[in-house]
């Protein structure tokens, strides 16, 4: 299952920017292309959006935005991050790029060119010890 950060549970919506402040996820189901958009239950700690989109089932995640510690759990829990672009665009979109191989998988060999929590500090702020 492949989770994108979305805006809203509306109809069309947006892929987001944040991660775990995104007060929504799309669940991708890869075989059939369909989503369930689910509320983020751990919305305002990025964390704990990692640990439950694991929960959820996620075995893959895109992003905008996203920090050290929720990465860490991420890729600790088994998953695969792929870096989404800053900007946002529609769900549909998100999910044609996704499968369409172009993104770029993060590592944590390679996760220091690609992870930024967007905050004010530009560093996390999640209060984790990723060491």
Partial sequence: MLAIPVETDESEPMSSKLF???????????????????PNKGCGNGIQTANYLLEQGASSALYGFLGDGPFHVMIRGGME?????????????????????CLVRVTPENADLYLDPGTNAGACECGCNHD
């Fill in 20 to 38: 775990g402040n995104a007060k929504f996820f799309a669940l991708v189901d890869p075989s059939t292309k369909h989503h369930t958009i689910i």
């Fill in 81 to 101: 991050v792929y870096w989404l672009g800053k900007e946002t665009m529609p769900l549909e979109n998100a999910i044609r790029t996704a499968f369409s191989e």
